[in-house]
């Protein structure tokens, strides 16, 4: 009974320290920055994240993003800030916009147009061969039948 | 429904190739980001020189050409004959030349602006906040403000007499109008 008991208290103990891990917390400053600069990309790098680069450049702009979440600012405010002053491009997923959008729609639309070319192709084809005639039938079955023949 | 798809297929290479020419067409360092057409980030800096700060709302209702630069940049010093030029050219008219020192300590952009004889005001912008205000990728880079404080044009890269006294002159001719 008392084994049961400790078994019982044990996997509640363990069910409790789980809640507890993944309860979900706010943010300290340093993981706002570090979430924020994770977004941005460095201006003078090759694709690397403000997070990730070692350059002055970035290094500025995250402490400008320290600075800013330290007064108070919301990420997508200290986001914003900065497409005001790069565009969409200074983020690494840039949102959809008419031009993005374009971009990824016009290869699912040629897609599209190709698969529908093919079908218009093939169905066309089947339609456009016509039935063999009541004569060109027998004159096959002759000719099998003469074949049939000649193998014995 | 064959003719349809023809026709289709030469409508959608024609887009294409409109679409790739006029993107080919675009020069690369003027290319519009944030901050063209928008109004100027505001700045207050310390002249190099040490005679105080250098603030852009002095300058309103003037044209305002601000260039990025930095003692490390050859491409710089490529363009800075261009610069003393038409610094030569608007001096004392409604035309601003404003040097902003990039990502360097102000001793070192003092000794650049004596050794290239530039005799504009020059500021630094040490910690980069400016720099990071107007969207700067590296030094080279010319922003060009017109009198209603909105940035009116951009050149990424080492710039040109030609190319200054255009821009220059297109804000001026747009302000008249």
Partial sequence: ??????????????????????????????ERVDRITAELRCPVCQGLSVK?????????????????????????????????????????????????????????????????????RIRGGAVLAPPPSPSELASLRERVAAEEAAEG | ??????????????????TLALAFRRDPHDIRTGTVGKPAPAFSLARLDGSGQLSLAQYAGKTVVVNFFASWCLPCEQENPALVRVYERYRGSDVVLIGID????????????????????TVADDDGRVALG?????????????????????????IDEPTL?????????????
């Fill in chain 1, 1 to 30: 009974m008392s084994s049961r008991i400790a078994i019982l208290a044990a996997f509640l103990a363990v069910a409790v320290a789980i809640a507890i891990a993944a309860r979900p917390h706010d943010p300290t400053a340093g």
């Fill in chain 1, 52 to 120: 990730d680069s070692g350059s002055e450049t970035a290094r500025q702009m995250r402490d400008l993003v320290a600075q800013r979440v330290a007064e108070g600012r919301s990420d997508s405010e200290i986001l914003a800030e900065f497409r005001t002053s790069y565009g969409d491009w200074i983020l690494l997923s840039p949102p959809l916009s008419s031009w993005s959008l374009l971009i990824w729609l016009v290869p699912v639309a040629a897609l599209a147009a190709g698969l529908w070319i093919a079908r218009s």
């Fill in chain 2, 1 to 18: 429904m064959a003719r349809i798809a023809r026709i289709a297929v030469v409508v959608a290479m024609l887009g294409l190739v409109l």
């Fill in chain 2, 102 to 121: 990039y990502q360097e300590s102000a001793d070192g952009g003092l000794a650049y602006v004596r050794r290239m004889g530039i005799s504009w005001p």
């Fill in chain 2, 134 to 158: 107007y969207g700067v990728f590296g030094p080279p880079e010319t922003f060009f403000i017109g009198p209603d404080g909105v940035i009116a044009g951009r050149h990424i890269g080492p």
């Fill in chain 2, 165 to 177: 006294v255009r821009a220059i002159e297109a804000i001026r001719t747009a302000a008249t109008q």
